[in-house]
């Protein structure tokens, strides 16, 4: 696997375990998930679970909370302020998303192994939190090493 396939990988796993951690405790649903309500609505317990989780989270990361909330409302206003830009935003991640399935559907093998390499980064960042925020940090470095400063960020 190339390092640009992993780093994809690790980053796009990051994002979707800290997606639930994105929910608001109220039932409007966030930009990026125009059907969380619909979602919740289908699936009242696993809602509520997410919800207490996050909550949870936030309580004992009240600062990373808050940051978090601030960096959503943010998003939340320039959606409001460039709606045609976020949606080409919102089709892109979709169609990468699909192609993450695709991929994954044509390899499980492989797919459960990157899977697999997630779960031990977890383990090794639940045991050592101020590691694991150092190498994220590297990562995100990297990441914009490659593509520039500003790349993945709204443009305003």
Known sequence: MSTRTLIATVSMTALLAL?????RADD?????????????QQNPEKC????????????????????????????EDWCKNNPAECQKQR??????????KAKCDADPA??????????DMKAKCDADPAKCKEYRQQMRDSW?????????????
């Open 48 to 75: 509520a679970e997410m919800r207490q989780n996050r909550e949870e989270w936030c309580t004992k990361n009240p600062a990373e909370c808050e940051k978090m909330k601030a960096k959503r409302a943010e998003r």
């Open 19 to 23: 997606a639930p951690l994105a929910l």
């Open 28 to 40: 409007t649903a966030p930009p990026n998930m125009p059907q969380a309500k619909e979602w919740c």
């Open 144 to 156: 914009q090493q490659k593509h520039g400063k500003d790349a993945g960020k709204p443009q305003t």
């Open 91 to 100: 089709e892109e991640r979709r169609q990468r998303m699909q192609q993450m």
């Open 110 to 119: 492989a797919c459960e192994a990157r899977k697999q390499q997630l779960r």
